[in-house]
């Protein structure tokens, strides 16, 4: 079922996808992957690091979430949070997201029952 | 078992064409996440099963960072080398044969008879100068050269 059409659906909503997230609560990498995989993985397919972390630091570099890393004894994790302007693009995703699904539903059922 | 995760975290590295404080970004990152995975349970084996190789995972990064992949800058960075060492020795070959062929004195000869000496130059044969031909291949190396050395400083970014 896998092809690089469906790629490209996954690829363009992850940035949603991990925005949403990372709205719920401070989050960190591992926390987001396992989120991403248990509700999503049998749709979207197993996310990895590799996938991510890049997606992770363009959304940092751009503003949208910032981080801290939290050191412990054993370990260290950076903590990602949503700033205002993160949050502002993901309403704007969403409500772009709706406009979206409805338009293109509305589009498929016109051309399942031969609508022009 | 540490050094599994440490060679496997190195060679990523290795392969990834960004500036030192994004690498230095990205260990932290992949060791967050081998720790991470440890305490939730997951053995080294399952983390590096999940990653893929090495060199699947710095492709991935590659890919997503919009950098290219390690492998294709430092071919660019061998052969703008090799070329550059190439085309200096062509060049260093045509000086030569340029300078030792200047107007020797044992290609002149004089024509009797006359009040002053004929200079007669003996050249090789009438087919193509040797010393053009490593020049123009010299020349046409350095640019190449010069060409591939650009790129790799271009993709460093």
Redesign the interface.
């Known amino acids: 079922m896998d092809n690089k059409y469906i790629g490209q659906f996954k690829k363009g909503s992850l940035e949603m996808v991990l925005l949403h997230i990372i709205s719920s609560g401070e989050t ?4 987001i992957l ?1 989120k991403l995989n248990k509700r999503s993985g049998h749709v979207l397919g ?1 996310a ?4 991510i ?3 992770l ?1 363009r959304l940092e570099k751009s503003g949208f979430i910032v981080s801290r ?1 939290a050191s412990s004894l ?5 903590y990602y949070s949503i700033t205002h302007s993160g949050q502002e693009l993901l309403n704007q995703l969403l409500s772009f997201w709706e406009e979206y699904k409805k338009c293109i539903d509305d589009l498929i059922s016109d051309g399942s029952k031969g609508g022009t | 078992m540490k050094d599994i995760k440490e060679k496997y975290i190195s060679d990523v590295l290795k392969m990834l064409s960004v500036p030192r404080s ?1 690498k230095r ?2 260990a ?3 060791h ?2 081998f ?3 440890l ?2 349970g997951e053995t080294y084996e399952q983390v590096i099963e ?3 190789s090495s060199d ?2 710095a492709k ?2 590659s890919v ?2 919009g950098v290219p992949y390690g492998k294709q800058r430092t071919f660019c960075l061998i052969l703008g080398i090799l070329l550059l060492i190439i085309g200096s020795v062509f060049v260093a070959i045509y000086m030569i044969i340029s300078t030792t062929t200047g107007l020797p004195n044992s290609n002149l000869g004089i024509i009797g008879g006359s009040d002053g000496p004929t200079q007669i130059l003996v050249s090789p044969s009438d087919g193509i100068d040797s010393s053009i031909v490593f020049l123009s291949l010299g020349i046409i190396a350095i640019i190449l050269s010069i060409a591939f050395l650009i790129v790799y400083i271009r993709k460093r970014r």
Do not use: M, N, Q
């Open positions: 960190y990498g591992y926390e396992t197993l990895r690091e590799g996938t972390y890049p997606i630091y890393v054993s370990s260290s994790k950076k | 994004k970004e990205i932290r990152d992949l967050e996440a720790t991470s995975a305490e939730h999940r990653f893929g699947a995972l991935s990064l997503e960072l």
